[in-house]
T-cell receptor
Framework: DAGITQSPRHKVTETGTPVTLRCHQT?????MYWYRQDPGHGLRLIHY???????DKGEVSDGYSVSRSKTEDFLLTLESATSSQTSVYFC???????????FGDGTRLSIL | SQQGEEDPQALSIQEGENATMNCSYK?????LQWYRQNSGRGLVHLIL?????REKHSGRLRVTLDTSKKSSSLLITASRAADTASYFC???????????FGQGTRLTINP
């Protein structure tokens, strides 16, 4: 596997609490992505980053924020978690926006 | 709306047979990528085909692209039990830096 680590791998929390998911890479890739995967919806892009402090929204960005202060780390924050954000979250990296992406093994997040 | 739409949604075949999965998309693309996902794991990149290519091979995988029909197909020859997984196509829309995934084809290889 490409050097991508997602943490935590599993998390259960309550509605209204803040949640931060971390993606760490050791590949020095410029691009990093956050997706969520839900039955019936496939994989949907939340936010992505094309460099340190450079981020943009994906198709399902409402309720999520991201930060990238270092090349190797891309954080996804749910400011006030809702049950609709229960999902499996995947981080991916790539050397360029048109290049193959390499995925982490996901974070399973349950919001009760 | 999703750009990459796979067909069929599920496919079950016997080991040794060939498996064909199709993908349709809606707008002009720079390239189209295929990924595999084993249960409980992240997606794994299989093959990338550029908009000016018509066919590409990688081992037992063969991908075709027809930009006039906005469609692609993935053929897995001589299937094995280890090929059991979900397969996703992801077109890279022209002018964008984002892949758009479909819901995938769930492939089951029966021994």
């Amino acid at each position: 596997d490409a050097g991508i680590t997602q943490s935590p791998r599993h998390k259960v929390t309550e509605t209204g609490t803040p949640v931060t998911l971390r993606c760490h890479q050791t590949e020095n890739h410029r691009y990093m992505y956050w997706y969520r995967q839900d039955p019936g919806h496939g994989l949907r892009l939340i936010h992505y980053s094309y460099g340190v402090k450079d981020t943009d929204k994906g198709e399902v960005s409402d309720g999520y924020s991201v930060s990238r202060s270092k090349t190797e780390d891309f954080l996804l924050t749910l400011e006030s978690a809702t049950s609709s954000q229960t999902s499996v979250y995947f981080c991916a990296i790539s050397v360029g926006g048109d290049q193959p992406q390499h995925f982490g093994d996901g974070t399973r997040l349950s919001i009760l | 709306s999703q750009q990459g739409e796979e067909d069929p949604q599920a496919l079950s075949i016997q080991e040794g047979e060939n498996a064909t999965m199709n993908c349709s998309y809606k707008t002009s693309i720079n390239n189209l990528q295929w990924y595999r996902q084993n249960s409980g794991r992240g997606l794994v990149h299989l093959i990338l085909i550029r908009s000016n290519e018509r066919e590409k091979h990688s081992g037992r995988l063969r991908v075709t692209l027809d930009t006039s029909k906005k469609s692609s197909s993935l053929l897995i020859t001589a299937s094995r039990a280890a090929d059991t997984a979900s397969y996703f196509c992801a077109p890279l829309i022209q002018g964008a830096q984002k892949l758009v995934f479909g819901q995938g084809t769930r492939l089951t290889i029966n021994p």
